[in-house]
């Protein structure tokens, strides 16, 4: 017998969609269930040439082969391949999507997308197979909605005319058109006073160094930068790793 279960959630007139959809091929008592559906996340690593989805691998499962196309939602029946990049590989393409797929441990399926064109409706389709069955992931975006630069790199902090920091970093270097689509940037520096945490957001800046004035001296601080398309696009990055700092106690 063949079970269909569909979920369908449609957010902002139609615009973001959402949808789920599980079959299962016909089997007997011995076969094996199917595999669930992958829950993939998309995001667009330097607008507009590097989008990836990754989704996470069930274990302990039957080995599952993964199909991924993606077309245009709205425009001619043009169904393309997603590049599948398998786990063994894959955490060295961009690492956006390690907040939001699964955890550090989890084994990460991703594939690429080429070609994509600005302001269109796009529909991508992952679909896990085994021998019980196959099960289908499907979900609509826009890649102005899904950019989300990797984090700053090289975050470096240093004493600067006695109480005051200087805060320098370099942009992700997988962002490839700076000068088109700039970069700006945020700054969270956090301390503790009697061990209550306290911390601070500071930003947008759109220069990559930033002068920090009238910190406390002999206060241990910790650092973190993070980056947006500068006109807004999509979402911030993760923080980048944190960097500590004390601030020299000045002489008496």
């Avoid at 199917?34 to 667009?44: D, E, L, Q, T």
Wanted: glycine letters at 6%; charged letters at 15%.
């Amino acid at each position: 017998m063949f079970g269909i279960v569909i979920l369908l959630m449609c957010v902002l007139g139609g615009r973001a969609l959402d949808l789920l959809r599980a079959t299962d091929t016909p089997r007997n008592h011995t076969s094996p269930d199917p595999p669930p559906a992958p829950r993939v996340h998309c995001w667009c690593a330097s607008y507009p040439n590097v989008t990836l989805c990754s989704w996470a691998e069930p274990s302990p499962s039957p080995p599952v082969h993964y199909v991924a196309t993606y077309s245009e939602r709205h425009g001619q029946p043009d169904t393309k391949r997603c590049h599948l990049i398998p786990p063994s590989s894959s955490s060295s393409v961009s690492s956006s999507s390690s907040s939001s797929s699964s955890s550090p441990s989890a084994q990460l399926w991703q594939c690429q997308l080429s070609d994509l064109k600005l302001l269109t409706d796009y529909i991508i389709n992952v679909t896990a197979v085994h021998s019980g069955g196959s099960s289908s992931y499907l979900s609509s975006f826009m890649l102005e909605d899904i950019v989300r630069p990797d984090p700053p790199a090289d975050v470096r902090v240093s004493p600067h005319n006695g109480r005051d920091l200087l805060v320098e970093w370099s942009p992700p270097s997988t962002w490839n058109d700076l000068d088109i689509f700039p970069l700006k940037y945020q700054i969270m520096y956090q301390w503790e006073i009697r061990g209550i945490p306290k911390s601070v957001n500071l930003g947008p800046f759109e220069s990559s160094k930033v002068e920090l004035k009238g910190l406390s001296p002999g206060r241990t601080y910790l650092f973190r930068v993070c980056a947006r398309e500068l006109l807004g696009l999509g979402k911030f990055s993760s923080w980048s790793s944190p960097v500590n700092i004390t601030i020299p106690r000045t002489k008496p």
